[in-house]
């Protein structure tokens, strides 16, 4: 604040809970009212549309328009990519429920670490510092059903991809075997070997964290047959619809980033162009009179339960 500028806090939730639930239960909405700090939902503001390699991206604009870009993440553990941590935080760049699209078409850790490597690609150059609370993080089947440990260690980086290397050494995973953190390395033009740490951290590990399931979970989804992922992604479907009750205030006709609702003439509600909705939820957040909801297909209920 001395010096003139504007802190922003960016998030965007990666379930079905609202993301200002998320402030409000976090704490975040009360310490950002005591020090004058705006809160930004990154599934509104506008998208910033990217395409790395054949993948495209759309991410918040909030994300695009900032000068300087300090990532803030959690160490834990995750039952798709055994570890997740600073380079995996920039997922939350994607608006909404269209997060849920890419673990869909990847159900497994090999294609969904190309899709978090990809996008950090995309985005690791307007980074300018990573810091890591690892004071009390997760270990076991995370990130839903993890059991909180304190690590009691702060881990912070010019380069995500270098602390998480560091980071997940550490809680005893091999880094080769995460798909995302040595395509990550790449991107940053770095090598195991360039990753400089202080003496007493260099062959540190934490005893006895609780990692193996997560490990024979991802043997599982790598090893299943292809058929099984072929319906997940049939079945598994997650998208905004409506209740009764719309008032027709145009509210979410008018915030679609991407124009993908129209209200005509009649209408009890404004119809969806499926082709078009990226399922940020925007109109879910938006609607006045939640009337907007997240429609679940029974597969989607029973995974997001």
Not at 39 to 66: C, P, Q, R, V
Not at 137 to 158: D, H, K, L, Q, T
Not at 162 to 170: E, F
Request: hydrophobic share 35%; proline share 5%; glycine share 8%.
């Amino acid at each position: 604040m001395e010096k003139k500028k504007t802190v922003w806090i960016g998030d965007s939730s990666g379930g079905t809970i609202p993301t200002k639930r998320v402030w409000q239960v976090t704490g975040l909405q009360d310490l950002a009212g005591k020090f004058a700090v705006t809160l930004l939902n990154f599934s509104e503001g506008g998208i910033h549309e990217s395409k790395t390699g054949n993948m495209t991206f759309n991410t918040s604009k909030y994300f695009w328009d900032a000068d300087a870009v300090i990532n803030v993440c959690k160490y834990k553990t995750h039952s798709l990519m055994s570890y997740t941590g600073a380079v995996k935080n920039f997922y939350g760049l994607i608006p909404g429920l269209k997060k849920l699209d890419y673990h869909k078409e990847n159900p497994d850790h090999v294609g969904f670490g190309k899709v978090i490597s990809t996008l950090y690609e995309t985005v690791h150059e307007k980074i300018t510092f990573n810091i890591m609370d690892g004071i009390l993080g997760m270990e076991g089947e995370g990130p839903s059903a993890g059991i909180p440990r304190n690590f009691g260690v702060m881990f912070a980086s010019e380069s995500a991809a270098a602390l998480d290397y560091v980071a997940a050494s550490m809680m005893g995973f091999k880094p080769q075997n995460i798909e995302y953190i040595y395509p990550a390395l790449i991107a940053d033009g770095l090598k195991p070997e360039d990753i400089e740490t202080d003496e007493e951290w260099k062959n540190f590990k934490f005893p006895k964290v609780k990692i193996q399931k997560v490990k024979i979970i991802v043997k599982i989804l790598a090893y299943s047959p292809g058929f099984l992922k072929n319906i997940f992604r049939k079945y598994f479907q997650v998208y905004p619809d409506f209740r009764d009750g719309c008032r027709l205030c145009r509210i979410c006709v008018d915030s679609c980033p991407v124009q993908a609702m129209k209200l005509g003439k009649g209408d009890l509600h404004p119809e969806i162009d499926y082709s078009k909705c990226i399922k940020c939820m925007c109109c879910h957040e938006m609607c006045p009179y939640s009337v907007v909801y997240v429609k679940k297909s029974w597969l989607a209920k029973l995974v997001l339960r």
